[in-house]
């Protein structure tokens, strides 16, 4: 019997200095029926050529180009050329243990599973200097009976048969995304929403040991570079909020939000926490500036109504500030000035630490 082709597709965006280590780290695997193809965003670096080199010399490698439009439209490219009958995604600036797909295959193959799930390393720096920031591995005996769509919503709760909501990090069956008509929905925040759909829509999910993907951890200079990682702006924001009601209303339009109401807003709200700006902005104060502030704060007071005081379950950072974040959305309608200083203030003085 032939080995299954897997296709891994990789978005870029002036990623030249990374793009070696990932694209060594693909062709290093253990598991050679592979197609890799690599979406080129409209790079302004050497980007392409850094691609063009390597498509050069390995016949697995094919390129597009497309206009610039986002994480999300690249993958979408990605998958518009894919012929393998599994899909592995990985982002440009990362990299995969050399086992990654023979090990992904082997199971999928033994379980007849439609994704395969697996850990991850966050790490930064390169060769002797790497160093690991964060560790997250998956302990199958954890997910024996679990429900999958409330692993999903628990990313950011106490639990421990929860799973990463990234699109990285899985193996999926090719047919599952096909048949059901899965695409990424947005530039970017585009990953849980896919996630979402896939996990939904799977007859059989398997989350193996090891965490066989370093998610790398970019230097402020190059991570300013980064769509999702860029300033804090309105576009930024609303896109985020989009993603969120994008899984809202995919689990209406599957009848199972009644069911998950409570696990989506206790998800919802440390969402709002970690990606609607608010951590970045008061937490974190390294962009508390007007136009940081004033796009966070004018966000939250169009999207208020999706806030709710659920935080049941959720880690302690989260749990503590979701019903301040409550009462600052209502100040917002108020003053949005005034909902800045109540931030400010309940960050110095009654935040966790």
Not at 164 to 192: M, P, Q
Not at 216 to 221: G, L, M, P, S, Y
Request: with cysteine.
């Amino acid at each position: 019997m032939q080995s299954p082709l897997v296709t891994i597709i990789v978005p870029v965006y002036n990623l030249a200095p990374f793009l070696p280590a990932c694209i060594d780290s693909l062709l290093q695997q253990t598991y050679t029926h592979t197609e890799i193809i690599f979406v080129n965003d409209d790079s302004s670096d050497s980007s392409l050529e850094v691609l063009t080199s390597y498509q050069q010399t390995h016949k697995n490698i094919q390129v597009f180009s497309q206009a610039n439009a986002g994480p999300g439209p690249a993958r979408n490219t990605g998958l518009d050329h894919a012929t393998g009958e599994y899909i592995l995604f990985v982002d440009g600036d990362d990299t995969i243990a050399p086992q990654t797909v023979e090990v992904c295959v082997q199971e999928a193959l033994n379980t007849s599973a439609d994704i395969i799930c697996f850990g991850y390393r966050k790490v930064s720096g390169t060769g002797k200097d790497l160093k690991v920031l964060e560790s997250f591995e998956y302990i199958p005996e954890n997910f024996e009976h679990t429900d999958y769509i409330s692993s999903f919503l628990s990313e950011t709760a106490h639990k421990t048969d929860k799973i990463n909501t990234a699109c990285w990090g899985k193996l999926y069956k090719r047919s599952l995304i096909e048949d059901h008509r899965v695409w990424f929905r947005l530039s970017i925040f585009e990953d849980s929403p896919f996630v979402l759909e896939t996990i939904c829509l799977s007859r059989k999910t398997r989350c193996i040991a090891g965490n066989f993907y370093n998610y790398f951890v970019r230097e402020k200079a190059h991570a300013e570079k980064s769509v999702t990682s860029a300033q804090v702006s309105d576009y930024k924001l609303s896109c985020f909020y989009a993603s969120d009601d994008l899984m809202k209303d995919f689990l209406l339009s599957q009848n199972l939000f009644d069911k998950y109401s409570h696990l989506y807003y206790a998800y919802h709200n440390s969402r709002v926490l970690l990606y609607g700006g608010y951590f970045e902005v008061y937490a974190d104060k390294g962009r508390e500036n007007k136009a940081n502030w004033t796009a966070v704060i004018d966000q939250l007071k169009k999207n208020r109504h999706s806030l709710t005081m659920r935080r049941k379950g959720l880690y302690r950072a989260f749990r503590k500030r979701i019903p301040f974040l409550n009462i600052g959305a209502f100040i917002s309608i108020i003053s949005p000035r005034a909902a800045h200083h109540f931030f400010r203030m309940y960050e110095k003085t009654l935040a966790p630490r």
